[in-house]
């Protein structure tokens, strides 16, 4: 199997990507679970479960959109 500078260039689009959407969603979790404590609750969903929502929030995000990005980049140009 040859790796491909295509395919290359599309995961580290594709990482970069995922950066990006961890931070959107990191502080979107962070606004739900301070509007949650906010309203007089513990926090909720996910204050009870951050530390797991963040690490999937991580992990997606910095594994699966690089391959993604990979699989797109070398299947497109051939």
Do not use: C
């Amino acid at each position: 199997m040859s790796i491909s500078i295509v395919g290359l260039i599309g995961a580290a689009v594709g990482l970069y990507l995922g950066w990006l959407d961890a931070k959107i969603l990191k502080g979107m979790l962070q606004a739900t679970e301070m509007k949650n404590r906010q309203a007089g609750g513990d926090g909720g969903f996910a204050a009870r479960h951050a530390r797991l929502l963040k690490g999937l929030i991580y992990a997606v995000g910095m594994v699966g959109f690089p391959v993604i990005g990979y699989w797109a980049g070398s299947t497109l140009t051939g």
